[in-house]
């Protein structure tokens, strides 16, 4: 089966400026997870959905991040306006139905560096 | 608060020996955990899981000890190969079967493996 599709691979901003990124969650899956690591640090939990509506979304930063998944399939993450420590990498993930006995399958991720 | 701790940021082991990683919690409501392997410039690959109703897993060379009373699991590599060379992170989910469950990492633990 394909995997979890994730664009861009790669991301440059100042600070101020907008970013979004993309994701394709694995066909069928309907529990999707976008995650922030921080280098150094473990993946931290951002936002999840369960088909196109949000579960958790106790520890996005609402004033600047914002996320969708429309029809329970694509994701979109946005930050606006970005902020020097948002410089991580962000990884979504899917799950069959979010029970955690089937494991989660992550994408490669997206590196954003705000400058 | 981190409720998963990897104390060790870096193993370094010989090609052939035992690879050790550790792990340790904090809340006790977790009751799923999980191990991931992190390549760079790729997102966290699924290794092993343990249910907290074992104290035992095994897959191959890969062996994941839960020890509850002490809030401590351990992931076993016998024989540790080149190719194991990653950051490993621990997980850990609150619960098992219901939908909606999601992971905590630790913050990971290089591992290198030494021709």
């Known amino acids: 089966e394909a995997g979890v599709a994730q664009s861009p691979r790669y991301k440059i901003i100042e600070k101020r400026q907008s970013v979004a990124f993309w994701c394709n969650p694995i066909s069928g899956h309907a529990t999707l997870y976008w995650y922030q690591q921080i280098l150094g640090q473990g993946p931290k939990l951002l936002i999840q959905?369960?088909?196109?509506?949000?579960?958790?979304d106790s520890q996005l930063p609402k004033d600047r991040f914002s996320a969708e998944r429309l029809k329970g399939v694509d994701s979109t993450l946005k930050i606006q306006p970005a902020k020097l420590e948002d410089s991580a990498v962000y990884l979504c993930?899917?799950?069959?139905?979010?029970?955690?006995?089937?494991?989660?399958?992550f994408g490669s991720g997206t590196r954003l560096t705000v400058v | 608060d981190q409720q998963v701790k990897q104390n060790s940021p870096s193993l370094s082991v010989q090609e052939g020996r035992i690879s050790i990683l550790n792990c340790d919690y904090t809340?006790?409501?977790?009751?799923?955990f999980l191990w991931y392997k992190k390549y760079p410039a790729e997102g966290p690959t699924f290794l092993i899981s343990?249910?907290?109703?074992?104290d035992k897993n095994e897959d191959g060379r890969f062996t994941v000890f839960l020890n509850k009373s002490a809030k401590h699991l351990s992931l076993h590599i016998v024989p540790s190969q080149p190719g194991d060379s990653a950051v490993y992170f621990c997980a850990a989910s609150e619960v098992e079967e219901t939908s909606g469950s999601r992971l905590t990492f630790g913050e990971g633990t290089q591992l290198t493996v030494n021709p």
């Open positions: 343990i249910s907290s109703i074992k």
């Open positions: 993930a899917s799950s069959l139905d979010g029970r955690a006995v089937y494991g989660y399958t």
């Open positions: 809340n006790s409501m977790f009751d799923y």
């Open positions: 959905f369960q088909n196109n509506g949000v579960v958790d």
